[in-house]
């Protein structure tokens, strides 16, 4: 019996696609931020600012998506060849490998004799969904996606990416930071929200978190610019 809030169903994929756009948005926002806010820092031009967040955009939706793709892929590379290690096992010692899955029920708090009978009767529906499940935590049918994960990566990113850049190119020269900063911060709100809540946590640390990277991140970037810009100049 389940209860209402408890993450039953399907929590490792959740959890993927949970990284892969939590991350991707709040990295769209904070980088793409740090850009805009740092180019502004050092010219007023309305064409140079908006140059160099579009390629900001486009850049790190790639290399987002790029990077969680070779990522994802790495981890279920390694789990098809768990798996393959696993079924020769079973086909090479059956015997071995249900007394193994047995131990690991009663571990678990079974008594002998319910965990002896718990492998038994799951080894021969499906043994190797039940070493997978049990032993490797590993659904057989359901693994990570690299293409899913690239994919919420590069839309996440975009999407983050955008509240900066939209807010720092339409306000007037002297709103510009201004409006930028409070578009960010409202943005990284959400996402540490967001965050939170899908993932069952309280979302108080997760906004704070957010909030004090994004902040010193475009101030930091702003005084590069402006000296950058002043230097220059």
């Known amino acids: 019996m389940t209860h209402p809030g408890e993450p039953h169903h399907d929590l490792s994929g959740r ?30 031009d309305r064409a140079t600012i908006l140059a160099a967040g579009v390629a900001g955009l486009v850049a790190g939706s790639l290399s987002m998506a790029g990077g969680e793709y070779v990522s ?10 768990a798996l393959k290690l696993e079924e020769r096992e079973l086909r090479e010692m059956p015997e071995e490998e249900e007394r193994e899955l047995a131990g690991i029920y009663q571990d678990k708090g079974l008594s002998e004799d319910l965990a002896a009978q718990v492998a038994r009767e799951l080894t021969e529906q499906d043994a190797l969904r039940a070493h997978a499940e049990a032993e490797l935590q590993i659904d057989p049918d359901n693994l990570t996606s690299p293409w899913q994960a690239a994919w919420a990566s590069l839309v996440a990113f975009a999407a983050g990416a955008l509240i900066p850049l939209v807010a720092i190119v339409l306000p007037p020269t002297g709103w510009r930071v201004w409006a930028c900063a409070l578009a960010v911060l409202v943005g990284l709100v959400l996402t540490g929200v967001v965050s939170a809540r899908l993932g069952s946590s309280r979302p108080g640390r997760a906004v704070r978190r957010n909030v004090v990277v994004g902040s010193l991140t475009m101030i930091v970037t702003y005084y590069v610019g402006l000296l950058f810009g002043v230097a220059v100049g």
Request: glycine share 16%; proline share 0%; hydrophobic share 50%.
């Open 72 to 81: 994802v892929s790495t981890q279920r590379d390694t789990e098809r060849a």
């Open 15 to 44: 959890l993927n696609w949970l990284r892969a756009g939590v991350l991707g948005a709040n990295d769209g926002i904070v980088s793409t931020a740090g850009l805009v806010v740092g180019v502004a820092g050092a010219t007023a």
